[in-house]
């Protein structure tokens, strides 16, 4: 009883030292968790500066899902108002024998029209079927009106190839860079060489 | 009797001195002559396991092999020793409705991981099989070669390492020269390996090679960005396999793999498992998915999926 009289101030002391290193401590450096070598997780004191970062599920940067690179047009092509300024819009139904004839429709022919994706007045600009004009960087908006499902498979990373870094900048292709909007069915490729076999040369 | 018995061990003793010292002049003899790789020999003959390693000796394990690599091919490699990222395990889906066949993938992962080119490894294989049999191996082909793919009524599925959470290549080893590391990717020390194929035995998957020559690798095709547990190149003699570009995906930012970038159809997916935001993770919970011979119960981080 004695003992312990004597020694409780030492002790709140002590304890009141130590919390203040450690709240001290705590303000520049974090607990770091890494697996060492051995595949032990080890958690280590790290200051600012030498801390790694770890994968954070939560605070993550919002990514701009919609990067994309430039619509693959024909060269030459685009703007498309340096031509059409000069012509008069004609909305009739036609064969097209001067220009754009390289141009055969395989996507629902004979229920579309040019003018339903293109916008009849002012060139550079696609149109919805709202009426509203999109850009050609954003002609997903347009696939996506009839091909919902791939769209939202699109948005999410599942239809349509990500490049670039899988937990950080990613870039998508636009549906154009796959499937010719005219034609987009996704053609034959040759394939490359099967691998040799065993036995056979190379080895 | 008893005399004569300790005059012998006497000798004995004797002799086993000298025959020790004489080995050790001669081992000396051997090592000594000033042929400049013998130091490096030597290191790398008694270097540890991977993982038994201390930070120095790790740090003079990667200077000998990128000087080893940078003298060889003529250019600065580096070997990267980067280890897993906290709160990532990951995960690979592939849409087999996508899949052309096209093999543009087995070629991808042959430039970015060093595989020798002759005698040939490549760690994809792309099998083509038919869409009335479904996935049925007795049925599976892969030395197809038409003019164009896809043909009618095939369908095509590329198999490479399925990065098992119970891999049976690991637990087969005797000398534990590969395992699983903490972000799911099974990996193998080419410096413990000692080339017994129990692991090509063991995985189902046929998804691990060995290298029987010594790996042909044009200098120029060599990508210098290794990683010590990933592409570095390989001697003869040991076992390797795809470890979804280890080199790539382990950095922050991490690219995709080699074999995701180059499929001309998006029919491969990566990302974290343990991000429930991730592609993977959207595809495993609204696609029909399956895993490879799941009645092994390897339980394979490797997705086959259905979009359509």
Known sequence: MKILRFASPKLVLLTLVSIFFLSAASAYAARVKEFNRSGQLIVTEKSAAEQQPVYDIKNRPKENIFAVPRPPFSEGVFPCSQCHKYLKPNPKQRVLTEHHTEIVLHHAEGQRWCTDCHNLVNRDKLRLVSGDLVDFTESYRLCGQCHGDKFRDWKVGVHGKRTGNWNGDKQYLLCVHCHNPHDPKFKALKPLPPPNRPGKAGH | ?308
């Open chain 2, 1 to 308: 009797m008893s005399d004569n018995k300790k005059c012998d061990d006497h000798v004995l003793h004797k002799s086993r001195r000298k025959v020790l010292k004489g080995l050790a002049a001669g081992i000396g003899l051997i090592v000594m002559p000033g042929r400049d790789a013998s130091a490096s020999v030597w290191e790398e003959f008694f270097q540890k396991h991977f993982r038994e390693l201390s930070k120095d000796e790790l740090k003079s394990v990667i200077a000998r092999l990128e000087k080893e690599h940078s003298k060889k091919f003529g250019k600065q490699v580096t070997v990267k020793t980067t280890p897993p990222i906290e709160g990532v395990k990951y995960g690979y889906g592939l849409d087999l409705s996508r899949c052309i066949g096209c093999r543009r993938c087995v070629y991808a992962c042959v430039d970015e991981n060093n595989q020798s080119r002759s005698p040939q490894i490549q760690w994809i294989r792309v099998m083509q099989l038919d869409k009335e049999k479904g996935v049925d191996l007795s049925y599976a082909e892969h030395y197809y070669n038409p003019a164009t793919v896809p043909e009618k009524g095939r369908f095509y599925m590329p198999v490479q390492c399925q990065q098992c959470e119970k891999p049976p290549c690991t637990k087969v080893c005797p000398v534990q020269a590969t395992w699983k590391e903490n972000d799911g990717i099974v990996v193998v020390d080419y410096n413990w390996c000692i080339g017994c194929r129990y692991c090509m035995a063991a995985c189902p998957y046929g998804a691990r090679h060995f290298n029987w020559g010594k790996p042909e690798l044009p200098a120029s095709e060599m990508n210098p960005s290794t990683h010590y547990l990933g592409n570095r190149p390989r001697p003869k003699g040991v076992v390797e396999k795809c470890t979804f570009c280890i080199q790539r995906t382990r950095e922050q930012p991490g690219r995709y793999p080699a074999c995701e970038e180059a499929c001309p159809v998006g029919a491969r997916k990566f990302g974290n498992l343990l991000d429930p935001e991730s592609e993977i993770r959207y595809l495993i919970e609204n696609k029909r998915v399956f895993i490879f011979k799941e009645e092994l119960n390897t339980q394979p981080k490797f997705f086959y999926f259905y979009a359509t």
